[in-house]
């Protein structure tokens, strides 16, 4: 059974050494991070194991001295916080890379053309299945609703004020007004109707 992989575990440098993974501080610069880099698929998956079917890279096992290395089998990477938190980052070579960008390299060989989509909306499932080529816009359209939406469908708000119900959408990064309704029930209508409209595969209601 694969033991579990620790905040600050050692990651093992697929160069040859044992490289000191720290636990990023909140709000670390993700600019510290590559995109892509000039890691090709071969040094990558000479490095590391990846199953399509959970999502998860491993560090294989590697003999030094005839003995295996400890660390070898350990899941890799650890989950980015802060402002730029949520993802998987996984450091090869002494540089980091977004896990998510690693699996859709590892699978088809190539960089994806675009942003990687986390279809259900959880950033640490990195199964190939659950993920897809997509744009800024499209990343917002399947984006969960906000933490102080009390209405549990995304883009409707109650208007206290009027006492009615607002329904919202946005496109292209504008906010677009659907129109204001007396039941939660209207409003949730016809933001759900026009989320399947506007933005398609990409929309999500909670």
């Not at 399509?52 to 916080?81: D, V, Y």
């Not at 959880?122 to 744009?135: E, G, Q, S």
């Amino acid at each position: 059974m694969t033991a579990p992989h620790r905040p600050g575990t050692p990651d093992i440098d697929p160069g040859g050494g044992m490289n000191t993974l720290h636990t990023p501080a909140d709000g670390e610069n993700m600019g510290k991070q590559s995109i892509d880099g000039s890691l090709t698929v071969e040094r990558l998956r000479e490095a590391l194991r990846y199953d399509p079917m959970t999502g998860l890279f491993t560090w294989p096992q590697r003999r030094r001295t005839g003995l295996l290395n400890s660390h070898s089998e350990f899941p890799a990477g650890h989950r980015k916080t802060g402002k730029d938190g949520g993802y998987i980052v996984i450091r090869i070579n002494f540089q980091l890379y977004r896990a998510h960008r690693l699996a859709w390299f590892y699978v088809h060989g190539e960089w994806p053309n675009g942003e990687i989509d986390h279809i259900n909306g959880d950033p640490t499932d990195n199964r190939i299945a659950n993920l897809r080529v997509a744009t800024s816009s499209n990343q917002r359209m399947n984006s969960r609703r906000r933490t102080d939406n009390t209405s549990g469908v995304k883009g409707v708000c109650y208007d206290r004020r009027r006492e009615k119900w607002i329904a919202e959408i946005m496109i292209d990064g504008k906010k677009h007004h659907l129109g204001q309704f007396p039941t939660l029930l209207e409003a949730k209508g016809v933001r759900l109707a026009a989320a399947e409209r506007l933005h398609g595969s990409f929309a999500r209601h909670d």
